[in-house]
């Protein structure tokens, strides 16, 4: 079954600093990995994906993720950090089950954006 | 248009009340689904639909019914429902069926069950 973990619960960044949100995910297949964002009380919206190719990808909004398979690994990276960042961010993995895409997510990590 | 939108954003229902959560997307997307959110938690799959028809029920209760009246709108019922049953409710929609692809999520409905 496959599984995502990120494994901080909370993290804090000064405004203009840089950023690295860590996702592992549990997948006996390639995997098809999300990057979600959704901001206090509101819907989730799409920051990057990766199905396959460039292990390096580039979303919206400054941020990428790079796929490291040997690491089982997908984080998400900003270079300089603003205070409308500050969200939750979702890691999720996604698969065929049945023929229905099944999207596992990740418990989340809150960004807090200090001044 | 790349919108899902949900309405009502607000709902706060008796637990003998019958309500509805309605979800629109024009985008051609076959396959829709719906969500649920609890607070400070992931969102957990509750339905798909694919074609207009209930393709996975993730053994949600019976007091939550799932309708697709057409390719672009997906309704919850929702009856007797308990105050467990708050949470913020989504409405997600994809391309295709057969293939992962990204999904566009709504606003959600932000429910409480008094």
């Known amino acids: 079954a496959q599984s995502v973990t990120q494994p901080d619960i909370h993290i804090t960044v000064s405004e203009g600093a840089s950023l690295e949100l860590r996702c592992n995910y549990s997948?006996?297949?390639?995997?098809?990995l999300f990057w979600y964002v959704q901001s206090p009380g509101q819907g989730l919206q799409l920051l990057l994906k990766?199905?396959?190719?460039?292990?390096l990808v580039q979303g919206i909004k400054g941020f990428e993720a790079e796929f490291k398979r040997s690491q089982s690994s997908f984080n998400l990276r900003k270079p300089s950090v603003h205070w409308s960042d500050a969200a939750e961010y979702f890691c999720?993995?996604?698969?065929?089950?049945?023929?229905?895409?099944?999207?596992?997510f990740g418990t989340g990590t809150k960004l807090q954006v200090i001044p | 248009d790349t919108e899902v939108t949900q309405t009502p954003k607000h709902l706060v229902m008796g637990m003998t009340n019958k309500k509805s959560l309605k979800c629109e997307q024009h985008?051609?997307?076959?396959?829709m689904y719906w969500y649920k959110q609890k607070a400070k938690k992931p969102p957990e799959l509750m339905f798909v639909?694919?074609?207009?028809?209930?393709?996975i029920n993730e053994s949600v209760p019976s007091r939550f019914s799932p309708e697709c009246p057409n390719s672009s709108l997906l309704n919850l019922h929702l009856h007797a429902l308990q105050p467990e049953d708050s949470a913020l409710y989504l409405c997600?929609?994809?391309?295709?069926?057969?293939?992962?692809?990204?999904?566009?999520f709504g606003q959600g409905t932000r429910l409480t069950v008094v």
């Open positions: 997600a929609s994809s391309q295709d069926w057969g293939q992962v692809v990204e999904a566009f």
């Open positions: 997948y006996g297949a390639t995997p098809y």
């Open positions: 990766y199905f396959s190719g460039d292990t």
């Open positions: 999720a993995v996604g698969s065929l089950s049945g023929g229905y895409q099944k999207v596992t």
């Open positions: 985008m051609g997307h076959r396959a």
């Open positions: 639909y694919s074609y207009e028809k209930l393709s």
